[in-house]
Each structure stands twice: as structure tokens, then as C-alpha cells.
């Protein structure tokens, strides 16, 4: 009943979780933070190791001999998420400052998440959309948030950090193309954790801080969503030739990207100043995007076509060959 229930809804498995973690997080946060085991794994304490070892296990699922595929088509989504955010980042930076444009700071115009992109994928895509994941899982921390903001000149990002945040992926890389059978072995572990993902990043939210955030951070996840999303699902159909669903798949706020203004401000202290404002932004981008993306991927997958809903003989064997 609760499977069936979760695979109605656009990307139930990751969103319904995050939900409930949230409702818990903000309600009644004591049921979750009672110590040990209970608290690693049911609030945000257990989000980067869920994430890491999500990460880790997709990436050993990334074939040498396959990555042309995947990098194509996962590397025109993230080079477009990438270019959509950074440009929008770094010129309301250069032209208005730290302090933004209508309150929304430039600290706050961040990434996607990687595990609603997953969830999509399982719904609509084909194996190469999954394979992309840890592919585009790089833009869900903080790391091209970093890259951007030192490009555009905005913050001072240590190398380092660039590094940390994809050696999971890297690491299991290596290890799935050494040894076929650990991968297939890791692999279902991607998907199986994503009701635990869900639940850690919601852990992590408040939702007061969507009033918190208030018309600032919905304007941002509409920013996210409609604009960003809408330049992507362009790149996608027109450099990819795909339908355009994997492009709205990406066009969200990644949930542990409410810790980015921090990390942000760690590397660079000149932002401090800036991170609680664009902490609160981020979070209520992550809870609107984390329900519209969903909705408007379910929608475009199922008029334009997909792997899993072609629309005609024709584009089911177009997918069939690629």
C-alpha cells in the first residue's frame, strides 16, 4: 500500500520522505533527536553520509567504455544548469552586491538536486538519465556554487574543497570499473537510499523557513524552476535532441544546498555576514522547487515523450536505439 502509494506521485520515493522529515523537523524535532543511532539516521546528521555513500555507489556504476553516453547527455544538463546559475549569480553579484537584487542575494542562487533527478529518472528515463546522476550529483553540494563565485571573482574557494566534494564519485568510479561484480553488487544501492536521502534532507528543513525566507526565497525557486528550468529543457532538446524531461528533472534547489551559504562564508568570511539571510532563502527555494519539479517533469514526460511514455511508434524507437 505505501509502495503503491509513493510511485503515484512524481518522485514519491524521494519527496514524500523529505516531506515527513521536514513536518518532523519543524513539529515535533525531539521524536528524531534522541540520540544515537536514531538520530544518524532519521535527521540532517546523516545527510552527507547518505548522500556520500548514494554518490559512491552510482559512481560505480559509471563505465569507461560508457561515459561518452553519459557525459553527453548528463554533461549538456549540468553544463547548462551550471552556466543558467552562475550567470544569473555572478551579474546580480557584479551589478547589485552582496546584498542582491529584491533581497535575494547572490549567496543564495545555488544548485540542483541530484536525488529528485534520480527518482524522475527511475519514473521516466532510461539508464543512461539514471547513469548521469553522479554526473550531476557534482552541482548538488557546494562545489560549483564555489567555482562560480571565484570565477565571477565573488569569493576566494580553496582547491581542496573542490576536491572533497566529488571523491565519492571518483572513488567509486574506479572501483566499479576494476571490478564489475562490486558494482552490480553497489549499484541498487543508489536507488534504495533514496527514501533515506529524502528523509535526512528534510530533517534538515524548517518549514517556517519558507515564511523565514518569504517572497524572496519563493522568488528564487521560481527563478530555479521557470527560468532555469526553461534554459535547460531548451539545451536539452536542441544540443541533445531529447524530449526535455531530464532538463526539468534538474531545475530544483538540492535540499543540502541550504548549507551552502555557510560553507560559502567558511571558505570566503567576507560573506558571513549574508549567510543567514541566503540560508533561509535556499531552504524555501528547496521545499517550492522540491514539489513543483516533480509535478511539471510528471506533465512534459508524458506529452512530449519519454523512454517510459513514448508518444508514437516513432519516438519509442528513436529511444530504443539510443
Known amino acids: 500500500m505505501i509502495m503503491r502509494f509513493l510511485k503515484k506521485i512524481p518522485a514519491g520515493m524521494m519527496v514524500v520522505p523529505m516531506l515527513l522529515g521536514a513536518i518532523i ?18 535527521t540532517s546528521a546523516g545527510a552527507n553520509t547518505a548522500i556520500g555513500i548514494q554518490l559512491f555507489c552510482l559512481g560505480t556504476t559509471l563505465r569507461v567504455r560508457d561515459m561518452g553516453g553519459v557525459v553527453k547527455r ?11 546559475g ?12 552582496p546584498t542582491g537584487v529584491l533581497g535575494l542575494s547572490s549567496l543564495a542562487i545555488t544548485n540542483s538536486n541530484g536525488s529528485i533527478y534520480l527518482a524522475l529518472m527511475n519514473s521516466y528515463g532510461d539508464t543512461v538519465d539514471q547513469a548521469a546522476m553522479p554526473l550531476l550529483a ?6 560549483l ?28 568510479m574506479i572501483l566499479g570499473n576494476i571490478d564489475k561484480d562490486l558494482s552490480d553488487f553497489l549499484a541498487p544501492a543508489g536507488t534504495i537510499l533514496l527514501p533515506f536521502v529524502g528523509f535526512c534532507l528534510g530533517a534538515g528543513m524548517n518549514l517556517t523557513n519558507i515564511a523565514k525566507g518569504g517572497a524572496q526565497g519563493i522568488l528564487l525557486g521560481l527563478v530555479t524552476c521557470l527560468i ?8 536539452d532538446r536542441f544540443i541533445s535532441r531529447r524530449p526535455g524531461y531530464a532538463g526539468w528533472a534538474v531545475a530544483t534547489t538540492a535540499g543540502n544546498a541550504v548549507a551552502v551559504p555557510a560553507v560559502i562564508a567558511e ?23 522540491a514539489i513543483l519539479v516533480p509535478i511539471i517533469t510528471s506533465w512534459w514526460a508524458k506529452k512530449f515523450g519519454c523512454p517510459k511514455f513514448p508518444k508514437d511508434e516513432a519516438q519509442k524507437a528513436l529511444f530504443e536505439k539510443h
Open 145 to 172: 556554487t564555489m567555482i562560480a563565485m571565484g570565477i565571477g571573482g565573488l569569493a576566494d574557494i580553496p582547491f581542496m574543497a573542490l576536491v572533497a566534494a566529488i571523491g565519492p564519485i571518483l572513488v567509486g
Open 86 to 97: 552562475a550567470a544569473i549569480g555572478i551579474v546580480v553579484g557584479k551589478v547589485f552586491g
Open 25 to 42: 523537523n519543524t513539529f515535533l524535532p525531539e521524536v528524531t533527536n534522541i540520540g544515537s543511532f536514531t538520530t544518524a539516521v532519521f
Open 267 to 289: 571558505a570566503d568570511p567576507s560573506w558571513a555576514q549574508w549567510a543567514d539571510v541566503a540560508t533561509s532563502q535556499v531552504a524555501a527555494s528547496a521545499i517550492l522547487t
Open 74 to 84: 548528463g554533461g549538456v544538463l549540468l553544463i547548462s544548469k551550471f552556466v543558467i
Open 228 to 235: 532555469g528550468g526553461a534554459f535547460i529543457v531548451l539545451c
Open 138 to 143: 557534482i552541482n548538488d553540494g557546494p562545489m
